[in-house]
């Protein structure tokens, strides 16, 4: 009997990780991370073993599927030949806190009682895969050769890039269970020390290209809230409602972007009469088959597209402070003084990765929404309505012709 150990070495490029519900609680309304035994964050071999499953699947040559990762139905059960024994993290970081909050599809304005937050590892997080195989077929080397080019999307919020990883090493050993060494070997086995150690890749892993990659500048200031106001040494000095920042750099979240795109797209849908849900979850509508639904009737879907987070580059900011008006004397209100952090000049970019073939109605969805924001008729962040969140597209784009858009998007053909 042939056993073979393989440890896989994967590298987080952008935040996240695999989160826990159950725990959630609901004092904070903090989504945690989920843990082991000793409090570290964990990455459940589950999560593991359904990502390689899907990424195995389209290799012709490793096929057929069900005889390395097993199969249940009703009429025949075969058990994975590939096991997950376990996987290890190696860092140290505990882990931060992101806030977000939904958009009301009614008043176009921040959901009340929707502000929630996620904590997600920062980038560069490692995690070791501890794989075995027994008797390994012709299909080893093959197999190992996918697992280099594996990059897996894992745990929550793969439509907003979050939890994009990259296999960076790959160790691997086999035991011949019917020597007196190799069992010796086998039997005296001690995790993690005697396992295999992942190597660098001899080709290290490209990064992805995005199919989009628009540059925009900011116009008339930016405002994306860091989630909590920030309190003066002075009690007498008022908030700040600090911008939102990433290793000390103003960014742009894709959970933002996202969500302007989604919201974006529901609007021109309802404009043209198209059909378009208002919960995000009837599966059928344009926005719900291109940015992902859910809901209980129904399976679940995610998203075509993954949009990632944009730092903002020359970056110049201020403080701008305002105060609430009394309704009833028409005048400044008591103790109601704030300041707004704002970004007030800088660029980003904006980049969606296609996670599935989009079609061309798809891209014209999105191209009707770039528009929009070039044209200054939504913008990004806070106070909108105040002036804020316009911007420009300043990277080579070719503006769509609109002329079909109606018909398409009922189904028709134009003229």
């Known amino acids: 009997m042939i056993s073979t150990l393989i440890t896989v070495r994967l590298r987080m490029d952008t935040p996240g990780g695999v989160t826990a519900p159950e725990t959630l609680s609901d004092v904070d309304n903090v989504l945690p991370l989920r843990r082991d035994t000793a409090?570290?964050?964990?990455l459940p071999g589950t999560t593991v073993a359904g990502s390689l499953r899907a990424h195995c699947a389209t290799y012709e040559e490793l096929g057929p599927e069900e005889t390395l990762f097993g199969m249940a139905d009703e009429t025949?059960?075969?058990?994975?030949?590939?096991?997950?024994?376990?996987?290890?993290?190696?860092?140290?970081?505990?882990?931060?806190?992101?806030?977000?909050?939904?958009i009301d599809r009614e008043r176009g304005a921040p959901a009340n009682t929707m502000l929630h937050g996620v904590t997600v590892l920062p980038a560069g997080t490692e995690f070791d895969i501890v794989l075995r195989w027994d008797n390994p077929d012709r299909r080893e080397e093959p197999f190992l050769r996918a697992v280099q080019q594996w990059r897996p999307r894992l745990g929550r919020?793969?439509?907003?890039?979050?939890?994009?990883?990259?296999v960076v090493g790959l160790g691997h050993r086999s035991y011949d269970l019917t020597t007196v060494e190799?069992?010796?070997a086998w039997l005296h086995l001690q995790f993690p020390d005697d396992y295999p150690a992942p190597e660098p890749l001899a080709e290290p892993q490209r990064p992805p290209e995005p199919d989009y990659d628009i540059a925009f500048e900011i116009v008339g200031g930016l405002h994306i809230s860091a989630g909590e106001p920030s309190a003066h040494e002075s009690s007498e000095e008022p908030l700040v409602n600090r911008a939102l920042r990433s290793d000390g750099r103003f960014v742009v979240p894709g959970s933002t972007l996202k969500g302007i795109l989604r919201s974006r797209a529901e609007y021109v849908c309802r404009v043209v009469g198209a059909g378009v849900c208002t919960?995000?979850?009837c599966g059928e509508c344009h926005p719900c088959r291109l940015f992902g639904y859910g809901g209980e009737s129904r399976n679940a879907r995610r998203a075509k597209i993954a949009v990632a987070d944009s730092v903002i580059a020359n970056a110049t900011s201020e403080l701008r402070t305002h105060v609430a008006i009394d309704r009833f004397t028409g005048g400044a209100r008591d103790q109601l003084l704030y300041t707004d952090e704002v970004v007030t000049a800088g660029q980003?970019?904006?980049?969606?990765?296609?996670?599935?073939?989009?079609?061309?109605?798809?891209?014209?969805?999105?191209?009707?929404?770039?528009?929009?924001l070039h044209d200054g008729l939504v913008g990004i962040g806070g106070r909108t309505t105040a002036g804020l969140g316009t911007v420009r597209i300043t990277s080579e784009w070719t503006r769509p012709d609109l002329t079909t858009l109606a018909d398409r998007l009922n189904g028709e053909t134009a003229a």
């Open 39 to 42: 409090g570290r964050p964990h």
């Open 76 to 102: 025949e059960r075969i058990p994975s030949s590939i096991q997950v024994l376990g996987t290890r993290y190696l860092g140290d970081a505990d882990g931060i806190v992101r806030h977000r909050t939904a």
């Open 157 to 166: 919020g793969a439509s907003h890039d979050a939890g994009r990883c990259t």
């Open 348 to 372: 980003f970019r904006l980049r969606i990765y296609a996670l599935e073939p989009l079609d061309d109605l798809d891209r014209l969805l999105i191209d009707v929404v770039l528009t929009d």
């Open 182 to 184: 190799d069992l010796h």
């Open 279 to 281: 919960n995000h979850q």
